[in-house]
């Protein structure tokens, strides 16, 4: 009696195991018969890093599998439409190229692709000190200051000559390092429009130049007055063509008296100075 009992126990389970089974089985199935295999589409990458400012050969392109649902906007299918393309910036490998990394075509390679149509490059001599230390990178904005001294001006003055200029490059460095290191350069390029960069040269060849580094994100235009030696003692300097301080003095020291005259019936009254 005991031993029916347990075959039929056995088989008992194995009829639930097996049931089971099936219908575990059944439902996956069905899973993967709902999964649509997914489209994939080309699109052209780099087959290396590349630097801003370099040429697009075929040697350094590549093709690689990018989903067909999820399309790239400004991408490119086939090789042959970024050859001879110039970078704008920096592309990693295997990392699908945009239009907008892109130089337009025809604008040059090297520094010029990265001039903006109706701006100029002009650079400017500094050393460490009037670089900020070194603190000078690609991107940077600074105001450009010129000290000088001329016949009508007794003594040096400083003054603004331009504000939030984006520096192009430090050095030879188009794009800034990585780890933001100081490195002091002889060389400033900044992008100015045409009106900018004669003012830049203009007080380039009349005095010395510095760079006063600002917030990237301070877009605010001051109006400053020039400041002289005197100035730096909080003392007014009088600019060329105005009075002098004795003859200043002498006018401040005037004093005016009336004078009331009666003659007869007739009363006048004059003022004097003295």
Do not use: C
């Not at 599998?65 to 790239?72: H, M, S, V």
């Not at 190229?97 to 500094?126: C, D, H, N, W, Y």
């Not at 200043?248 to 003295?274: M, P, R």
């Amino acid at each position: 009696m005991d031993r029916r009992r347990l075959i039929v126990a056995l088989l008992a389970a194995l009829l639930l195991s097996g049931a089971v089974t099936f219908f575990l089985n059944r439902r996956i199935n069905r899973r993967n018969a709902a999964l649509v295999p997914q489209t994939m589409q080309k699109y052209v990458a780099a087959s290396r890093p590349v630097q801003p400012g370099e040429v697009l050969k075929a040697d350094n392109l590549t093709l690689v599998d990018w989903p067909a649902k999820l399309p790239l906007d400004g991408g490119f299918t086939k090789v042959e439409e970024l050859a001879g393309r110039a970078t704008v910036f920096p592309i990693a490998a295997q990392q699908p190229i945009l239009q907008a990394f892109l130089a337009v075509p025809g604008s040059g390679i090297g520094l010029t692709i990265k001039i903006p149509e109706g701006m100029r490059a002009i650079s400017l001599r500094s050393d460490e000190i009037t670089g900020v230390a070194g603190f000078l990178f690609p991107g940077s904005r600074v105001d450009v200051l010129v000290t000088w001294r001329s016949e009508g001006l007794p003594q040096p003055e400083t003054q603004v000559v331009l504000q939030d200029v984006e520096v192009l490059t430090a050095g030879q460095k188009i794009e800034p390092e990585p780890g933001g290191k100081p490195e002091a350069v002889d060389v400033v390029t900044l992008l100015l429009t045409p009106e900018d960069a004669q003012k830049a040269a203009l007080a380039n060849s009349q005095g010395t130049i510095h760079f006063v580094l600002r917030n990237g994100a301070d877009r605010s235009q001051v109006k400053p007055p020039p400041v002289s030696v005197a100035g730096l003692s909080g003392a007014t300097q009088p600019r060329s063509g105005t009075a002098t301080g004795p003859a200043h003095a002498a006018t401040v020291a005037k004093h005016t008296y009336v004078v009331e005259t009666i003659l007869g019936d007739k009363q006048a009254t004059n003022e004097f100075e003295y």
